[in-house]
């Protein structure tokens, strides 16, 4: 559970960093084992690892394949609602994207 939790939380922060770093989306889709392990996401050797478009960030899958879900860009407007239990997805980290996702 901890693990599934850590793994969630760091995909969040690598997901809110490349919504603001163009270069960084660019290699998170052309070479995703790599840019996880540069942010301290390591998949196990011999599991796959695909990056997805989809509606909310998230991880799936298991030992063979996992599945990380990467939304094309973040919310417009977030309300707290939104934030409620999921502040996690947001890194406060680079600013580059003026904030849009509320991370500061």
Do not use: Y
Request: glycine share 12%; net charge negative; aromatic share 6%.
């Amino acid at each position: 559970m901890i693990q599934k939790i850590s793994e969630d939380l760091l995909w969040g922060q690598i997901v809110a960093r490349a919504w603001c770093d163009e270069g960084l989306m660019k290699r998170l889709l052309s070479d995703p084992r790599g840019v996880l392990s540069e942010h301290g996401l390591e998949v196990p050797e011999g599991t796959e690892v695909q990056v997805e478009a989809g509606p909310e960030v998230k991880v799936e899958g298991g030992d063979r394949v996992r599945h990380f879900v990467l939304p094309v860009s973040p919310p417009n407007e977030l309300t707290e609602e939104d934030l409620d239990g999921h502040a996690v997805s947001w890194c406060g980290w680079c600013g580059g994207c003026g904030w849009r996702c509320r991370c500061l």
